[in-house]
């Protein structure tokens, strides 16, 4: 088949002869997703190549396929062409806008369509990227797919969607609206030293800060991909955090409008604080149950959505087999805080100092130029986002901050 001239820079890069295939069949994986079973996001015309096609975007696939006349059956070299060709979403992991620019185009160039970045498997280990292009000159139409796109490859642990709707889908999102289901959630504050950082729901010190920094120097993998080469490097270079941990535990009797009216929160009855002290390998720090598909209990299962507390789960330093299988059960339904060194504490407000790296923990050997900002910064997960602070964070939990649409997980069970 003679190669494309918008196509052909996807088949020069896999080095093949133009006779061998479409230019898209090199990424068709030897077993397909079984398209059958798939829902359908998006349906829509692109030119892939010198085609007009007809795209399938479903929950694991984008799949494409020449539109063409009619012909007289038994035309094989018409049903080769005819072949469905696909690529899977895991192995997509980047989408942008694909314009035409010219000398007096100061801004936005004229839009040609979508361009796909793939990640492409080679012998072995070795991994190679190519790109995929979908032409459409309008905007509205490329607008959409753009979006669903992004929203897809952004990954999958929108922990706040799964611990409100369930599940992480944008139809039932929009039956919550509809019906008009609001649900107040808990929302924490995170500062240094008397500097505001951020606002959040979830936070991870150690190992979870480690594993996201190592994901965020690898953004041209795929985001599964991605996902396990972090945890995998993480494991290997696994290490304790020595630090201070001083926590404000719940107080279940006060109702939630007192706390208010009294001024939440009651930081200056300094009696009240406790602390512990030691090498732990992770942290975590839970606002909400944060639910997700790696997690279906949640990583915090006895939280609540709007309780005014806050969990705070320690992993002290233990072998790394016995870390492996605390970390393997959040993917089950048994106990993953069943284990020695692993405690529990439902808590207001939370101070983590990490001390001087005596551990031998430095960033910069762990995860490259995105593991530290400057000296020895410490890498934390925040609802998925990196943050990196150097010294003390201060994290608080302000009851019924915001309210969302939705519905808690207990409200949604059938008693």
Partial sequence: ??????????????????????????????????????????????????????????????????????????????DFLQKEEFVELKDIFSVKLKRRYSIKQKRSGTLLGITLFICLKKEQNKLKDSTLDLINLSEDHCDIWFRQLKKILAGSTNVLAHSLHGVSHVVTATLHIIMGHIQPVDVCTFSTIGKFLRFGFSAMFGFGGRALAVAEDHRWMSPNQRMDFAIMKALAKLKPEECEISFLPFNSSQDLEERRAQGYPKSDCNDQWQM????????????????????????????????????????RNTSRPEFIKHLKRYASMKNQFNFPFV??????????????????????????????????????NVDGDLMQVASEVHVRVHPRLINLYGRSMEEMIPK
């Fill in 1 to 78: 088949m003679p190669r494309g001239r918008r196509g052909g820079r996807v088949s020069a890069l896999e080095g093949g002869r133009e006779e061998a295939a479409p230019p898209a069949a090199q990424w068709a994986s030897a077993r397909q997703p079984e398209a059958a079973a798939e829902r359908i996001l998006l349906r829509g015309i692109f030119e892939i190549g010198r085609d007009s096609c007809d795209v399938v975007l479903s929950e694991r696939a984008l799949r494409w396929q020449p539109i063409r006349p009619e012909r007289l059956p038994g035309d094989s070299k018409y």
């Fill in 343 to 380: 405690d529990t504490y439902t808590v207001e407000e939370v101070k983590v100092c990490p001390r001087s790296n005596s551990s031998g923990h430095h960033p910069e050997e762990d995860h490259g130029p995105r593991g530290t900002a400057s000296g020895n910064c410490f890498p934390w």
């Fill in 276 to 315: 512990i002290q030691g090498q732990f390998l992770n942290v975590s720090i839970m606002a909400i149950p944060c639910q997700c598909s790696v997690a279906p209990r949640g990583l915090a299962p006895n939280t609540r959505l709007n309780n005014g507390s806050m969990a705070l789960i320690t992993a």
